[in-house]
């Protein structure tokens, strides 16, 4: 009896063994990026870290390794995290190309010097000039606004004006909005900060904070929720978010999310905050054609209708119609800013939010 | 002389495959913990001034309170389980444990989204009763709510620890309790908790460890942490060495905090050799009593797994034509994978430094022994960074070979898995490492001492006899590390080579979009194996006994 | 003289002061011998040092002609030849009686390990128990268990550390009787561990006192104990 027990033990550990020599020639297979692979040499690959992730890249990723028989191979993981292991792994990098949301971070991994100027035509051409980055180390592919839903039953839409306004008084303990460990409300600050100077900016964040019907909590999905909970009237989002909501699998959300109103705010005056996610071609990149036409893909009018259609973002390139539900949203002016500004203000935003109690 | 008598007292290759085994795995929390004496910059000062104070507050207030109610569900059920007989009771046993199978992060969004305006309850009471609930009733994202999905999912740590020790218990001492006169109550508070104290701070520290490094709950519950701290000036200030330098202090406080319990404890030597001990047999109550501990059993059993895994599984109802794939074998392939082989490797490091550690009584063995748990004490995410510096090192340093070889890509090592494998046995050899040292402290020393009055060398003993008694603590230390590394979210995502993903990455791809729905699929899966192998070590457990 | 120690010492780790001073001792072929003395004598040490689990801080030891230590020696416990029951027999719980006793023969053939077996578990008065577990055993039956698997390997020298501190009293008187007898059939050379003068009277060939980590006084029970 005893000799079993032992048995059992020893038959676990041989098994984690054999497991450890099978999978270990498993995965030589699947995970070296196959620049030293002879076989897919002809077409070649292309090495992506990325933040985003959505279905609807996985499609668009398989659909250009159709087309161009480049094979696409990706690290998902979470942006800063991802640029600290690019800026570490520095000129040994096997990474092509960095993509994550935000312009804010794209901007940061320039200032960090892990991106590469790219020239080429067809991205110049396909995407407007506010969202790339002013010496074209990297390209916004995907647009989202960060907006105000409010409930339409309190709220009249006359009512709201600007992002300004939801700091006077009149909004004392309605406003809903996460936290600004958040990189959407940092950049949200950071525009301000642009626009308006430091000053206004920090004004208006200790307004916010002081007008928040609850302690930030959740994310933007939640804010929206409490609105039609009743816990704020007004909540500050993003609109893919949005989108996502009113096409939930849960009946429940869906009717919901129903209840509440779009409105993009500072119309009459500085436009509403834009954002973009984006990807640039990183310093070291081993793949650097690849990596650009990878770009230039994403780019296309097909795959720029695709990211509106699945996932509600806004197409960057202008000769694309937005999703159905953002067109029914309408035209809507936006923030006259470049958006590598974002990132040039992040730290600031942060500790300003920090200083004005913004949780 | 006493040199001489030392160096002839240590080596062997015991003491020196620890000392190489601990310098190597410390290496990348020994790389951060050297720079907390890094000058401070400004963000520092920032730091200082508008967020540590408050964030300290936050920490203790959630330790605390995770600390005591963990600390009572976890032994009240272990000596109910020990003591009672109630229905469904050898289910229990290891259906308490179950809860540890769910990653509190996603144990968080999965209440969150129950109790959430369109969730489930207030929408069965607003569409079905009519009845508005004010929602400010139905908030856990915060302290409060924190606290409860720590302890709801952490608590089985307590809980295991303490039932495997009074289960070791004499009868007599229960009984002379009870004839003194000790009502249940008094017996649980005055005997039971003070009997079990060393069970219980193994227990309890796991689970604050566990706390301290959570970065996933805290983050999505908005609520403000020492963790936050860190993130904040990594992330909003992009200063990493702040904090790292945050880390470094965090790790330094947990060190500190284990050294002096461990001090304070002294080690006890005792061993089971062979004093006959009679188990403890458990009692029935009367009917009414036993209801109500059913019923208590019963509540806990649910809110820590039937009621999350039952909403997770309508969930994936809702998602599973959406999401459902082939990759998912693949996923399930890779997350048993990895967690089979570090677990592995983790339990044999475990057991070479515990043997080094008992058989001898130097400082330095003590230190090792306890530096093992540097690891666990801080966020997941700032240990990546420490491993991934330490493998692009070394590929820098093995660029020679691979030039010699014909490899023409500077980095080989910090592409594989072997690097995540790495990152994994540094995080979690505490965990392994906990019941190895606490199965040798139970045995003692004298049986090897016998073994090698009896001509047996060191190994020969490990093998054939320390290693066959102490084998049911490992056995337990691999489930647990298994599971660890199932639910291991930020060394995964950071360290992960090209195209490789687990449950858990799965999982959080779509939780981290808010799409809790969507992630219902792979939390299941992780679930259900984890749950599998607590089911399993259950069993071959109650077979060793009977 | 089948062991000698010469000016052993030896410190405790921690510990202020020396635990064994200075001792020196001998013994002669197939002897007895008690060390007698209160709890913190340094007794249980001396056993320690000669079965090679502590090192002494200085001295010499020598067992049938080999330095087993020295300035610049030291032998291992498992190559010293040196066999002990332990204070709580310390019987291996995952192995049968046959197995704790033949656990120690390796170099032998199995059929003369088989031999052995029968032969000191005849010895002991177990025949019949060779498969039994250590825990389905009385106090009196695993203490000589732990006498059987002590003796298989023949060591030149047995080493008790208060073998009977475990057992009822009136178990104690009688057991202590059986190994006396054992002891002096075989010829097996031994030191025992006691702190009560009634074993030390009846088990042993010459009693040696120890107080303080030094031996004070040496000689036969009669003389000692009077």
Not at chain 1, 115 to 134: G, H, K, M
Not at chain 2, 509 to 525: C, K, M, P, R, T
Not at chain 3, 203 to 223: F, Y
Request: proline fraction near 3%.
């Amino acid at each position: 009896m005893v000799k079993k027990k032992t048995g059992l033990l020893s038959g676990l550990i041989g098994m984690s063994l054999l497991l450890a020599a099978c999978g270990g020639n498993e995965d030589a297979a699947t995970t070296t990026p196959a620049t030293t692979d002879e076989e897919t040499k002809e077409a070649g690959v292309v090495n992506l870290y990325t933040s985003r992730h959505y279905e609807t890249d996985d499609v668009l990723f398989d659909q250009f390794t159709e087309e161009t028989g480049i094979d696409v191979n990706v690290v998902k993981g979470e942006a800063d995290e991802l640029g600290e292991r690019l800026s570490r792994e520095g000129e040994a990098t096997e990474a092509d190309l960095y993509y994550t949301a935000d312009a804010g971070r794209l901007h940061w991994a320039k200032e960090k010097g892990l991106l590469q100027p790219v020239e080429s035509d067809v991205l110049n051409e396909n995407i407007a000039e506010n969202y790339r980055d002013t010496e074209n180390e990297w390209f916004g592919l995907t647009k989202r606004a960060r907006v105000i839903v409010y409930a339409k039953d309190r709220v009249q839409p006359e009512d709201l004006s600007t992002y300004e306004a939801l700091a006077e008084d009149q909004w004392n303990k309605k406003v809903l909005i996460r936290s600004s460990d958040n990189v959407y409300n940092q950049s949200l600050v950071a525009s301000f900060i642009s626009l308006n100077g430091a000053d206004a900016a920090k004004e208006w964040a200790q307004g916010i904070a002081g007008n928040m019907a609850r302690d930030p909590e959740g994310g933007d999905r939640d804010q929206a929720k409490a609105v039609v909970a009743g816990i704020g009237d007004v909540a500050v989002m993003n609109t893919y978010y949005f989108g996502q909501l009113l096409n939930s699998e849960d009946p429940e959300e869906v009717k919901v999310v129903e209840q509440l109103g779009v409105f993009f705010p500072n119309q009459e005056t500085n436009g509403t905050h834009v954002n973009v996610s984006g990807a640039g071609v990183t310093k070291h990149a081993k793949n650097k054609e690849n990596a650009i036409a990878l770009l230039e893909f994403l780019s296309s009018e097909d795959a720029q209708g695709q990211f509106s259609e699945a996932n509600f973002e806004y197409p960057v390139n202008e000769n694309v119609e937005p999703a159905e539900l953002l067109a029914s949203w309408g035209e809507f002016k936006e923030q006259d800013l470049n958006l590598s500004e974002l990132g040039k203000y992040n730290a600031d935003a942060v500790k300003l939010m920090n200083e004005a109690g913004w949780k | 002389m006493t040199v001489f008598r030392s160096i002839r007292r240590r080596t062997n290759s015991w003491s020196i495959l620890s000392i190489l085994f601990t310098l190597l795995i410390l290496s990348p929390a020994l790389s951060i913990f050297v720079q907390i004496f890094e000058k401070p910059n400004e963000n520092w000062a920032h730091i200082q001034e508008f967020l540590l104070k408050n964030y300290i507050q936050n920490t203790l207030t959630i330790v605390l309170f995770t600390g005591i109610f963990s600390i009572l569900i976890g032994v009240s059920l272990a000596w109910l389980v020990t003591a009672y007989t109630f229905p469904l009771r050898r289910f229990f046993k290891w259906g308490l444990i179950l809860p540890l199978a769910i990653p509190p992060y996603i144990g968080g969004y999965t209440y969150h989204g129950i109790v959430n305006y369109t969730g489930i309850v207030q929408s069965t009471l607003r569409n079905e009763f009519g009845i508005h609930a004010n929602p400010v009733f139905f908030d856990i994202l915060n302290i409060p709510g924190a606290i409860f999905v720590f302890t709801i999912f952490l608590y089985p740590y307590v809980y295991i620890i303490t039932r495997a020790y009074l289960e070791q218990q004499s009868a007599s001492l229960i009984e002379n309790a009870r004839l003194l006169g000790s009502g249940p109550l008094e017996l649980f508070f005055r005997v039971i908790i003070p009997i079990s104290r060393t069970a219980i701070i193994g227990g309890a520290s796991l689970v604050i460890l566990e706390v301290l490094n959570d970065y996933g709950v805290v983050s999505y519950f908005g609520i403000q942490v020492f963790t936050t701290a860190i993130f904040q000036a990594w992330f909003g200030m992009g200063d990493v060495g702040t904090a790292i330098k945050l880390a470094g202090i965090l790790m330094s406080l947990v060190f500190l905090i284990l050294f002096f319990e461990k001090a304070l404890r002294g080690r006890k030597q005792y061993s089971y050799s062979n004093a006959k001990v009679r188990p403890l047999e458990p009692v029935s109550l009367s009917r009414k009593k036993t209801t109500v501990l059913f019923a208590y059993v019963t509540v806990i059993f649910m809110l820590g797994f039937a009621i999350p895994f039952v909403q997770l599984f309508q969930w994936m109802l809702l998602t599973y034509e959406k999401v459902m794939s082939p990759e998912f074998t693949q996923l399930i392939a890779n997350s048993v994978y990895v967690s089979m082989v570090s677990a592995f490797i983790i339990m044999a490091v475990a057991l070479v430094i515990g043997n080094f550690t008992r058989l001898s009584d130097g400082i330095l063995s003590k230190a090792i022994s306890r530096v093992t748990v540097l690891g666990y004490s801080i966020p997941g995410a700032v240990i990546a960074i420490g491993v991934l510096t330490f493998f692009l090192w070394l590929d820098r340093r093995l660029n020679v070979l691979y030039e010699w070889l014909n490899i023409d890509a500077p980095i080989i090592l910090s592409l594989s898995l072997i690097m995540l494998i790495f990152a994994y046995v540094s995080r979690f050899l505490a965990i392994g490492f906990n019941p190895v040292d606490a199965g040798f402290d139970k045995i003692g020393r004298s049986f090897t001492e016998a073994s090698r009055l009896l001509g047996k060398p060191l190994w020969r003993t490990f093998i054939q006899v320390d290693l066959p008694m102490i084998r049911s603590a490992v056995l337990g230390g691999y489930t647990l590390v298994f599971i660890e590394v199932m639910k291991e979210l930020p060394l995964t995502l950071l360290l992960q080579p090209f195209n490789f993903y687990t449950l858990s990455t799965k999982a959080f791809q779509y939780a981290n979009d808010e799409a809790v729905h969507e992630a219902a699929l792979a939390s299941i899966l992780i679930i259900f194996i984890s749950g599998l192998s607590i089911f399993m070590f259950h069993a071959v457990l109650e077979k060793e006994k009977r | 003289m089948v062991m000698q120690l010469h000016d052993v010492t030896f410190t405790y780790r921690n510990a202020k002061e020396q635990t064994i001073r200075r001792v020196s001792m001998a013994l002669e072929k197939g002897e007895i011998v008690t060390i007698l003395g209160q709890s913190g004598s340094g007794k249980s040490t001396v056993l320690r040092l000669i079965a090679g689990l502590e090192v002494p801080e200085q001295g010499e030891m020598v067992i049938e002609e080999r330095t087993i230590f020295d300035a610049k020696t030291f032998i291992q416990p498992e190559k010293r030849g040196v066999g002990m029951v332990f204070q709580d027999y310390a019987l291996f719980p995952h192995m049968t009686v046959a197995g704790n006793i033949k656990f120690g023969l390796k170099k032998m053939k199995r059929t003369e390990r088989d031999e052995r077996l029968a032969s000191v578990i005849e010895l002991v008065g177990l025949t019949g128990f060779e498969k039994r577990y250590p825990h389905e055993l009385s106090g009196g039956q695993q203490q000589r268990v732990a006498l059987a698997r002590a003796m298989a390997p023949n060591p030149s020298i047995l080493l008790f550390d208060e073998p009977f501190s475990n057992l009822d009293a009136d178990l104690q008187v009688k057991i202590r009787d059986e190994l006396r007898t054992i002891l002096k059939k075989t010829g097996i050379t031994s030191i025992f561990v006691t702190h009560d003068q009634a074993d030390a009277r009846a088990i042993a060939d010459r009693v040696i006192v120890m107080e303080k980590g030094s031996i004070i006084k040496t000689g036969t029970p009669a003389l000692i104990l009077s």
